[in-house]
């Protein structure tokens, strides 16, 4: 849970940029330690299969597709 804004979306890049540039520099750095590479890895993949599996059978990836267990 975010206690303070660590990131700013806008359609205009440049007001998402100009109101980011506002935000406390700590609290993002200390938002994104909490993250590391394994977990960001498991997420990914994660999205990926559940991609895979929406996918009709005859789009999906032959080689990954069959390396999936059934869902």
């Known amino acids: ?3 303070e804004p660590v990131g700013a979306l806008d ?3 440049g007001r998402a940029i100009d109101r980011a540039q506002r935000l406390s520099r700590v ?8 993250f590391d590479w394994d977990m960001s890895t498991d997420q990914f993949v994660d999205v990926l299969e559940d991609a895979i599996r929406a996918q009709p059978a005859s789009h999906a990836p032959r080689q990954m597709a ?3 267990p059934a869902a």
Do not use: P
């Open 1 to 3: 849970m975010l206690n």
């Open 11 to 13: 359609e205009d890049l």
């Open 27 to 34: 609290a993002a750095a200390r938002y994104g330690a909490s």
């Open 66 to 68: 069959s390396a999936l």
